[in-house]
């Protein structure tokens, strides 16, 4: 039987709303700084997506478009700026950033109490340690969409393919929460097709088109694609995930699809993280 495929635009549109009645509702406008730095045309995208998705569930939205030619020490002097700033209550400085600016040390110069991405190493400490912090927006987009698949996870063989601070390492992090089996993988994994077929739920975060295959996937397993990959095809492009995904319809119990599985999702958690740091 075909997996079920999982509805991230469906899931992520009844978050919105929870949050757009709970902004109605605040005694505070939540607001969200979002710092462009060039201009990378899939950056430009997703950044614009953000500033929408803020506006649309009544949020401020702050938005500081530089030049590829900023200097680190002036995007420094702005993340200071809006640190003091009481009207925004998180900050999001979107990656990659230009060659010649240190990315970790602007991430670490931004109040983990507004670090909507969660990226600070204050909000990576808590995650490893079981503290309420800002958690990467990916990461709990994955989280929601599986409970909302298989409910409980406790004891679930999970694989995670990628090993990034952005996604990899967070979402081990969230499984083992939630009492999974978690193994982490990456390009150097020995036999990753024989590791991933062990897996109820593969989550794939490598970055690669397509590159997890069909035959990889147990049989009734959840498969979470987070990858966004722009390929050329017969002249065309198009976005696929790291999962090869048609093969892999006919092996899992549920799939992702992309566009319009986990992406929606990220959006949605980074509205969730403003409205949480705004409460703070
Ligand atoms: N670039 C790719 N993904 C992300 C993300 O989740 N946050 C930021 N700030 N930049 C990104």
Avoid at 108 to 129: C, Q, T, Y
Avoid at 214 to 224: D, F
Avoid at 241 to 258: C, R
Wanted: with cysteine; aromatic share 2%; net charge positive.
């Amino acid at each position: 039987m075909a997996a079920t495929v999982i509805d991230g635009k469906a899931s992520a549109a009844r978050l919105r709303a929870k949050i757009a009645d709970d902004v109605k509702s605040s005694s505070t406008k939540p607001g969200l700084a979002v710092v462009l730095v060039g201009a990378d045309p899939a950056s430009e995208v997703y950044v614009r997506n953000k500033e929408k998705a803020v506006l649309e569930v009544g949020m401020n939205s702050f938005a500081h478009h530089l030049p590829a030619t900023t200097s680190e020490a002036e995007l420094l002097t702005l993340i200071d700026s809006l640190n003091a700033d009481a009207r925004v209550h998180g900050i999001l400085v979107q990656l990659p950033l230009p060659n010649g600016i240190d990315a970790q040390k602007v991430l670490e110069r931004i109040d983990p109490r507004k670090d909507v991405d969660g990226f600070h190493p204050v909000n990576a400490g808590k995650l490893a340690v079981g503290q309420d912090g800002l958690v990467p927006c990916t990461p709990i987009g994955c989280m929601i969409l599986l409970r909302e698949t298989l409910g409980d996870l406790k004891g679930l063989n999970a694989v995670v393919v990628g090993r990034s601070n952005i996604v990899g390492k967070p979402i081990a992090q969230l499984l083992l929460q939630a009492d999974c089996t978690v193994t982490i993988t990456h390009s150097k994994t020995k036999d990753l097709a024989g590791v991933c077929a062990q897996a109820d739920i593969v989550i794939a975060a490598i970055g690669k088109p397509e590159f997890i295959k069909g035959a990889w996937i147990k049989k009734g397993a959840t498969v979470i694609d987070v990858g966004i990959n722009r390929i050329t095809c017969d002249g065309k492009t198009k976005l696929v995930g790291d999962v090869a995904y048609d093969e892999a319809l006919q092996n899992a119990g549920a799939i992702t699809p992309v566009p319009g599985g986990v992406g929606p999702m990220t959006i949605a958690c980074l509205l969730a993280n403003t409205l949480k740091a705004a409460k703070k």
